[in-house]
């Protein structure tokens, strides 16, 4: 099972970014989905995760801001990020929860993360 993560980059402050992750593999099924971040210097958090029938949970600092979709056919988690601030800058992790075969339980995958850096 891999996650590959993809669109980060640099955005000025107030601009937008799109970061997609794709689930590729052997697995009978996905949990939840999600995005992490970690800024320099800083433990990895929470930004937002979703539920396999669409139930989303956001951190207090990107509420109103970010928004957490996914689309179940493709098995991607997308994270669309507005009205950016300069801490946001971080590398962010997708990363979710899979079943790889009936019989066993399932465990958390990490994508390689993606470089988000909001500066003017």
């Known amino acids: 099972v891999q996650l590959q993560a993809s669109g980060g980059g640099l955005a000025q402050p107030g601009g937008s970014l799109r970061l997609s992750c794709a689930a590729s593999?052997?697995?009978?099924?996905?949990?939840?989905m999600g995005w992490f971040r970690q800024a320099p210097g800083k433990q990895r958090e929470l930004v937002a995760d979703?539920?396999?029938?669409?139930?989303?949970n956001y951190a207090n600092s990107v509420l109103g801001r970010v928004f957490i979709a996914r689309d179940n056919a493709k098995n991607t988690v997308d994270l669309q990020m507005n009205s950016l601030l300069p801490e946001d800058t971080a590398v962010y992790y997708c990363?979710?929860?899979?079943?790889?075969?009936?019989?066993?339980?399932?465990?958390?995958?990490w994508g390689q993360g993606t470089l988000v850096t909001v500066s003017s």
């Open positions: 990363t979710a929860d899979i079943r790889v075969h009936w019989g066993r339980d399932s465990r958390r995958y």
């Open positions: 593999g052997r697995f009978v099924r996905i949990n939840d």
């Open positions: 979703i539920t396999g029938g669409g139930g989303t």
